[in-house]
């Protein structure tokens, strides 16, 4: 039977499809650490990098292979264990697989709900229904599966590239499209400034002790007009453009939000309510 290839819209909705299909004990880290995702196994940490194209082509092999060799010897610098690149599946030509082995790259192969109902289809027209039930609860819907913790199968698709020191993840598993064009990524500098604009949300202003607690610069907030002096020394308000975290990551947003006694810095003398000066 024919190769059946799969159409996806573009890179976002592959990362989708492909993310919707990972294994309970991966967590997936969209736009991080320099990947299009940063795969995050729960029991060890080990990590994948993941760079998703349309096509498996040069392009995505340079992209999956970037600081692949710089994390070796000196001026070692962090980096995943496993690197991944992700496309359609029957978008990998031949060619193109056999150089992605030699670089230490597994070929990941996405297959679309559409492509997966037609094969199904065949199937059961070949052999019957009950034939099409089995193959649908028992295909994965990508090819080669993640590499298991305590087993060793995986060495044939997989190469642990062993890494001294593997990538930060954020506090929060960021609430952005995988593979989508201009993402606005998670960072630790944004968790920060999260957290800053939900003090100047719940008390009107900030101070430089906020920053200094948070580890944040109020410079670049300065510079940037997303504050402004107030009138009472020591203190800032919103400026002309603000900073609207909440509108770009709407889901860290409130996760921060949750966790507000965790991370919460001292109020300041004067703004404590008169019962707790006494």
């Known amino acids: 039977m024919a190769k059946v290839k799969s159409v996806f819209e573009n890179e976002a909705a592959l990362c989708a499809a492909f993310i919707a299909g990972l294994p ?10 320099g990947f299009d995702i940063l795969l995050m196994r729960h029991a060890d940490g080990a990590q994948i990098g993941v760079e998703a194209k349309m096509t498996l082509n040069a392009k995505v092999l340079l992209q999956a292979a970037e600081g692949l060799y710089a994390s070796r010897g000196n001026g070692e610098r ?3 264990d496993f690197r991944a690149a992700l496309v ?7 060619e193109m697989k056999a150089i992605a082995r030699y670089l230490g790259i597994a070929v ?3 297959q679309s709900q559409a492509s997966r109902d037609e094969e199904e289809k065949a199937f059961a027209e070949r052999y019957g229904i ?42 929060y598993v960021p609430d952005v499209a995988a593979g989508a064009s201009g993402p606005s990524q998670l960072s630790e500098w944004k968790i920060k400034a999260i957290k800053i604009c939900i003090v100047l949300e719940r008390r009107g202003f900030v101070t430089p002790a906020d920053f200094k607690h948070v580890k944040i610069d109020r410079k670049r907030w300065l510079d940037m007009r997303w504050l402004t002096h107030a009138e009472e020394r020591g203190r800032y308000i919103p400026g002309r453009s603000p900073l609207n975290l909440r509108a770009a990551h709407p889901v860290n947003y409130g996760q921060v939000e949750a966790d507000f006694d965790k991370w919460k810095p001292a109020e300041p ?9 006494l």
Do not use: Q, S
């Open 78 to 80: 962090a980096a995943p």
């Open 24 to 33: 309970d004990d991966w967590t997936a880290y969209a736009e991080t650490a």
């Open 88 to 94: 359609p599946h029957g978008a990998a030509g031949v």
């Open 269 to 277: 003398e004067a703004f404590k309510p008169m019962a707790a000066l």
């Open 130 to 171: 009950g034939y099409r039930r089995a193959h649908r609860n028992e295909k994965p819907i990508f090819m080669p599966e993640l590499p298991a913790l305590a087993k060793y199968d995986w060495r044939e698709e997989w190469a642990d590239h062993c890494p001294a020191e593997r990538c930060k993840v954020p506090d």
């Open 108 to 110: 990941v192969e996405v």
